[in-house]
């Protein structure tokens, strides 16, 4: 048992770990590098210790320095949060060869899930639905060209290691493909250091729904639901769902079956989330997160249920306190990432915050790490906060959603606010009838 966790990030997701670590009486160490001496997460925490320069690579991404303030602080467990060593093997295997908790899943799992063609592969095997494509990596142009005559055009073809959108290329014929594979190769090359790319068929008109599940250490697993990711720009994440306008309950009930028992069968432990894509009433299985996902909080709004803290339970060895049958599934949830960026060229807009103003009210919770007088810094991601509202009904959630983003004020920086307010006046998000290319589509046509 730990009483004291060790927060290995930053910004609005390590605040939104230290909230969870102080409603259950534990206390936090924050950890920062010298360009985040004066952010919220280091000044709410109980403890904070300077890990490094600002470059991630010398701070947030290193293990030595994070166990070394591990240790000088005493503390029991890391919660990695997302992004940075979350999905690290090896780092798991280092806290827990010091006798510290990793507050997530075990390495093997986020070793086998890191690769994407070992994970698909996994999932044919525990009976999940996946993409049609190659059967493992391809290893050249000629292979590439031959496998998607196989299969038909269009092809994507994807980096193994892949993550962020990066190393993804469409190729729609076999003129295309040449180009598609070198650059999907190079780009995956340069962003994960391995150039090991694989090839499925390319979805024209798919929407992205994820199933959260969560497991414990001894053997329950439960799934929360699912997430729509659909709109996206550069396969990024930008307005997430819970639930999807698209599937129904039988669809909700039968694929969520089937992710409990895939990942009964695997052994998982923790909070994991299972991708799939969703085109004519079919799902595809694209990839495993294990990991806190960044849209987290739309499951939570709606089932009620902390994620963090449990997942902090499920690291101390508890039972989940909930079967799936507990798990209430109550209206409507959006969240919108807003970003310190452009609203419509997407530079990053790091700088001084002058004002800042959270909106408030009845079904609204603004997760950020934002204030007025915040130098954000150029170094890491431009997300300043999640705004995520719960309504009843779909439509009151739309309707929460404009009325929390007028009141939202972020000045001194440009921000996303003002392409989620033209986002909730779009008829295809009302309606919910949009797909993962809806959102590249309505920017198109606003600049034209
Ligand atoms: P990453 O790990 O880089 O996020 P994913 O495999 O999760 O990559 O895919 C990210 C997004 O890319 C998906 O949500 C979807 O929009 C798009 N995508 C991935 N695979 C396909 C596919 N086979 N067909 C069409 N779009 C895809």
Not at 280 to 293: A, D, S, V
Request: aromatic letters at 6%; charged letters at 25%.
């Amino acid at each position: 048992m730990f009483d004291k966790v060790l927060i290995a990030n930053r910004g609005e997701i390590a605040l939104r770990i230290h909230r969870a670590c102080k409603e259950m009486g534990l206390s936090t160490v924050a950890v920062h590098s010298t360009a985040d001496s004066n952010a919220m997460h280091v000044r709410l925490a109980d403890e904070s210790v300077c890990i490094g320069p600002p470059g991630a690579s010398e701070s947030y991404l290193k293990s030595a320095a994070i166990m070394t303030a591990a240790e000088i602080t005493h503390a029991g467990a890391i919660h990695p949060g997302y992004g940075f060593l979350s999905e690290n093997a090896r780092f798991v295997e280092i806290v827990e060869a010091h006798g510290l908790n990793f507050i997530g899943p075990r390495a093997e799992h986020i070793r086998l899930m890191g690769d994407k063609i070992a994970a698909k592969k996994a999932m044919i095997e525990v009976g999940v639905p996946v993409v049609p494509g190659s059967d493992g990596g391809v290893p050249d142009e000629a292979t590439a060209k031959k496998v998607a005559a196989e299969m038909g055009y269009p092809v994507l073809v994807k980096a193994a290691s892949g993550g962020g959108g990066r190393g993804m290329k469409v190729a729609r014929s076999e003129e295309e493909m040449g180009k598609a594979f070198n650059t999907a190769r190079s780009e995956a090359k340069a962003a994960f250091g391995d150039d090991e790319v694989y090839i499925e068929k390319y979805l024209e008109k798919p929407r992205h729904i994820e199933i959260q599940v969560i497991a414990d250490s001894h053997g329950n697993v439960v799934h929360l639901g699912e997430r729509d990711c659909s709109l996206q720009r550069r396969h990024q994440k930008v307005f997430e769902e819970a639930p999807s306008p698209a599937i129904t309950q039988a669809e909700r009930d039968t694929i969520g079956k089937t992710v409990v028992d895939a990942v009964k069968k695997l052994g998982y432990l923790g909070v994991g989330t299972i991708e799939f894509l969703y085109e004519n009433g079919e799902f595809y299985f694209i990839e495993m997160n294990t990991r806190l996902q960044v849209e987290h909080p739309v499951t939570e709004m709606i089932t009620r249920i902390d994620l963090v803290k449990e997942q902090i339970r499920i690291a101390q060895g508890e039972k989940l306190s909930f079967t799936q049958g507990d798990v209430p599934f109550i209206g409507h949830a959006i969240e919108c990432r807003i970003n310190a960026e452009h609203p419509e060229t997407f530079a990053p807009s790091p700088g001084l915050i002058k004002e800042f103003h959270a909106p408030g009210g009845l079904g609204v919770r603004l997760d950020s790490a934002a204030y007025a007088g915040y130098m954000i810094p150029p170094y890491y991601d431009s997300l300043i906060g999640k705004l995520i509202v719960h309504g009843v009904t779909r439509e009151e959630c739309m309707l929460r959603l404009k009325r929390a983003l007028g009141e939202m004020v972020v000045s001194g920086v440009e921000t996303t606010l003002p392409l989620h307010q033209r986002l909730v006046d779009a008829e295809g998000v009302n309606s919910g009838n949009y797909d993962i290319h809806w959102l590249e589509r309505f920017l198109a046509d606003q600049e034209s």
